[in-house]
T-cell receptor, first 114, second 112 residues
Framework: DADVTQTPRNRITKTGKRIMLECSQTKGHDRMYWYRQDPGLGLRLIYYSFDVKDINKGEISDGYSVSRQAQAKFSLSLESAIPNQTALYFC?????????????FGSGTRLTVV | AQSVTQLDSQVPVFEEAPVELRCNYSSSVSVYLFWYVQYPNQGLQLLLKYLSGSTLVKGINGFEAEFNKSQTSFHLRKPSVHISDTAEYFCAVLYNNNDMRFGAGTRLTVKP
């Protein structure tokens, strides 16, 4: 099994719908992140969590919310999806403290909002 | 603001040719540097990293990168590429021990 698992892998949804993207990890890492990837823009941080009770906004949090249900689970929600939220979404984890080993990424969720 | 710039959005190259993917970052006292590779329909995988010590670091699949503090650069190189190296490559910089910034990516296409 993958260290970081994202579900679903692909999703098409309609404008205005609520959608949740899920992430679970077996790394035992405390820190978890949600990024979106857009062509030519690289990865941009949406939210991050350093432990279950610590959740922080990233650079593009508007229109998104998150829930850290357990150390291993971190979900991203779009309360009312809009077309410009069409993107590839990645969950990542890192060790506590300074992440000198970098991040471990999931395989991504491709979301299309029509 | 901290930023990471990958100077080429696309790099086409023939098989067995050398390649360099360029990355510059905004200067900071404390940085750690990373290169990631993303194959189609996959997540990012760590290719190599620079934390301290020798400025030339070697990674997986024959890639290496050189940290140049005065130029604030961390360019990725491979002396001879294979078709299987076709992927997108991301430079990332960890600022102040907990602020990871990614470049926009460079799409490397290796042609036969």
């Amino acid at each position: 099994d993958a260290d970081v698992t994202q579900t679903p892998r692909n999703r098409i949804t309609k404008t205005g719908k609520r959608i949740m993207l899920e992430c679970s990890q077996t790394k035992g890492h405390d820190r978890m992140y949600w990024y979106r990837q857009d062509p030519g823009l690289g990865l941009r941080l949406i939210y991050y969590s350093f432990d279950v009770k610590d959740i922080n906004k990233g650079e593009i949090s508007d229109g998104y919310s998150v829930s850290r249900q357990a150390q291993a689970k971190f979900s991203l929600s779009l309360e009312s999806a809009i077309p410009n939220q069409t993107a590839l979404y990645f969950c990542a984890t890192s060790e506590p403290g300074t992440p000198l080993d970098g991040y471990t990424f999931g395989s991504g969720t491709r979301l299309t909002v029509v | 603001a901290q930023s990471v710039t990958q100077l080429d959005s696309q790099v086409p190259v023939f098989e067995e040719a050398p390649v360099e993917l360029r990355c510059n970052y905004s200067s900071s006292v404390s940085v750690y540097l990373f290169w990631y590779v993303q194959y189609p329909n996959q997540g990012l995988q760590l290719l190599l990293k620079y934390l301290s010590g020798s400025t030339l670091v070697k990674g997986i699949n024959g890639f290496e990168a050189e940290f140049n503090k005065s130029q604030t650069s961390f360019h990725l190189r491979k002396p001879s590429v294979h078709i299987s190296d076709t992927a997108e490559y991301f430079c990332a910089v960890l600022y102040n021990n907990n602020d990871m910034r990614f470049g926009a990516g460079t799409r490397l296409t290796v042609k036969p």
